[in-house]
């Protein structure tokens, strides 16, 4: 879908005019809801930069992903601050504690404890891990500008390693959409893979 939207525009100026400022809004709005495969479009988006643009264009979008990604974390922190702070809580406090799992939830504040910040930079990583510890940060009233200093590396964390995915996948095949299915069959690989594992411990353990 992207290369065919990105191979009827006329230029490459024009192609880069339209997909990072989409790519930007759609990576931030992944951020604040869960709408949108971020993972998937920045692997995606990487495989048609690498085959269509210079190299250079790989680093644009690695900012402009990495920089939607810290925007979308600090909007939905600063809406669940406001829900934490008020007697009577807020939609996005809500909508933050439905999306995390209590068990979850449990970890995240012992991890927090335990390594402060740095844990920020793993629950980017790990699938469904950025909510629960966005909220144990919440919960613990952490100052936004602290959750800012550490959320920084995790989005530049993340953003590398789904545009890794994305280059991988695409060098591998001549063809755009080929390294487009390479890249998003690679990152449901790497966001499914620790939810199966769980889910067979928990069978196992059962």
Do not use: N
Not at 10 to 32: C, D, I, M, W
Not at 63 to 79: N, R, T
Not at 152 to 176: D, K, M, N, R
């Amino acid at each position: 879908m992207i290369e065919e939207v990105l191979r009827q525009l006329p230029t490459e100026s024009t192609q880069q005019a339209v997909a990072y400022p989409s790519l930007f809004l759609l990576v931030a709005l992944g951020s604040l809801v869960p709408v949108v495969p971020t993972g998937v479009l920045v692997s995606s988006v990487a495989v048609v930069t690498l085959h269509q643009t210079s190299p250079f264009a790989l680093l644009i979008v690695f900012a402009v992903a990495s920089g939607a990604a810290f925007l979308g974390d600090i909007c939905l922190y600063w809406l669940g601050k406001r829900g934490v702070a008020s007697s009577h809580g807020s939609k996005w406090l809500e909508a933050i504690t439905s999306r995390a799992a209590p068990e979850r939830l449990a970890q995240a504040q012992e991890k927090l404890d335990e390594h402060g910040t740095v844990v920020l930079v793993l629950s980017r990583l790990v699938p469904a891990g950025r909510i629960p510890v966005m909220l144990a940060c919440l919960l613990g009233r952490m100052p936004l500008r602290q959750f800012a200093r550490g959320d920084v590396p995790a989005c530049l964390a993340w953003a590398a390693t789904y545009q890794l995915i994305g280059i991988l996948g695409g060098s591998l095949f001549h063809e755009p959409w080929e390294g487009v299915l390479a890249a998003v069959a690679l990152t449901l690989l790497v966001s499914g893979t620790p939810a199966l594992w769980r889910r067979l411990r928990a069978c196992v353990a059962g």
